[in-house]
T-cell receptor
Framework: NAGVTQTPKFQVLKTGQSMTLQCAQDMNHEYMSWYRQDPGMGLRLIHYSVGAGITDQGEVPNGYNVSRSTTEDFPLRLLSAAPSQTSVYFC????????????FGPGTRLLVL | RKEVEQDPGPFNVPEGATVAFNCTYSNSASQSFFWYRQDCRKEPKLLMSVYSSGNEDGRFTAQLNRASQYISLLIRDSKLSDSATYLCVVNGNTGFQKLVFGTGTRLLVSP
């Protein structure tokens, strides 16, 4: 049971480049979300999904897109990377039946030059 | 004012000490409260939920004070392995799943 997996672990981008951060979970969880973690800011919600085909914006959605075509996968797309998007990105999932426990992936460290 | 506020620390304590962290929240409508633990450069993991009646799990005790809008975490008999950052987490007022994370309190336990 892999839980929540994220790829890549590390990424360096140039300003203006686009990329997709991958997230997958094998627990059949309905709820998935993306957070970014910056020093002194705590984790902030970017986008979330309560099921396949349903997504919504979180606290800091600008510059990011998501889609949820399957229960397992929830990719995060950076459309045109900016230095302000340098951060650590965590994907999380939980069951709607027991939402108090969110399971986080190991994170993706992104540096935008 | 931040929605969830924590003292960033670090709290430096010797093994075997008792240490307590507080966390304040601004949204009086919040219903669910949690403590997560995050090791250096790792993902957060749920440590425990915080119930109105309090919650104890081994050496860890969590309390909720709704009147003063704060939650606390008490760690007894600290171990070296308790060294980590402890995140206070509160649900947002727009739904259970919109959790709001504090910036965390760092704990360092020394021999």
């Amino acid at each position: 049971n892999a839980g929540v997996t994220q790829t890549p672990k590390f990424q360096v981008l140039k300003t203006g480049q686009s990329m997709t951060l991958q997230c997958a979970q094998d627990m059949n969880h309905e709820y998935m979300s993306w957070y970014r973690q910056d020093p002194g800011m705590g984790l902030r919600l970017i986008h979330y999904s309560v099921g396949a085909g349903i997504t919504d914006q979180g606290e800091v959605p600008n510059g990011y897109n998501v889609s949820r075509s399957t229960t397992e996968d929830f990719p995060l797309r950076l459309l045109s990377a900016a230095p302000s998007q340098t951060s650590v990105y965590f994907c999380a999932s939980s069951s709607l039946a027991g939402p108090e426990t969110q399971y986080f992936g190991p994170g993706t460290r992104l540096l935008v030059l | 004012r931040k929605e969830v506020e924590q003292d960033p620390g670090p709290f430096n304590v010797p093994e075997g000490a008792t240490v307590a962290f507080n966390c304040t929240y601004s949204n009086s409508a919040s219903q669910s409260f949690f403590w997560y633990r995050q090791d250096c450069r790792k993902e957060p993991k749920l440590l425990m939920s915080v119930y109105s009646s309090g919650n104890e799990d081994g050496r860890f005790t969590a309390q909720l004070n709704r009147a003063s809008q704060y939650i606390s975490l008490l760690i007894r008999d600290s171990k070296l392995s308790d060294s980590a950052t402890y995140l206070c987490v509160v649900n947002g007022n727009t739904g259970f799943q919109k959790l709001v994370f504090g910036t965390g309190t760092r704990l360092l336990v020394s021999p």
